[in-house]
């Protein structure tokens, strides 16, 4: 039997990947990001953060503020890195899809760098 393939971007292209190498992938990220933002990965790893992401998909109906696609996650538009006092408020929050996502980290990344 085939491994399963999930759709992921790759340098801007849309490609199937393997579902385990993907999962490695996020396995070495969470596992540097653990490394060097214990207190970050602590924080999204929460009840409250669980339950406010929660909340702020299920009012949105899960729909992508940016394209209107089905949201997935729940993002800060002021990153928590910027400034932690925010990340339990609910106005700092947006739903968006992977794809969106993606896209909004990388002008955080421009704009707060």
């Known amino acids: 039997m085939a491994r399963p393939k999930k759709l992921a971007i790759v340098n801007g292209k849309r490609v199937l990947v393997d579902y385990a190498t993907r999962q490695d992938e996020y396995q070495a990220y969470n596992k540097d990001r653990w490394r060097y933002q214990k207190e970050i ?13 929660k909340l702020v998909l299920n009012e949105s109906f899960y729909v992508c503020r940016m394209c209107g696609g089905e949201a997935r996650l729940s993002d800060h538009i002021v990153p928590i890195k910027v400034d932690w006092s925010l ?3 609910k106005d700092n929050l ?3 899809c992977d794809a969106c996502h993606a896209i909004k980290t990388g002008e955080d990344k421009i704009k707060y760098k």
């Open 41 to 53: 990965k602590q924080f999204y790893n929460s009840k409250a953060w669980r339950e406010l992401s």
């Open 87 to 89: 990340r339990l408020t």
């Open 94 to 96: 947006q739903p968006l």
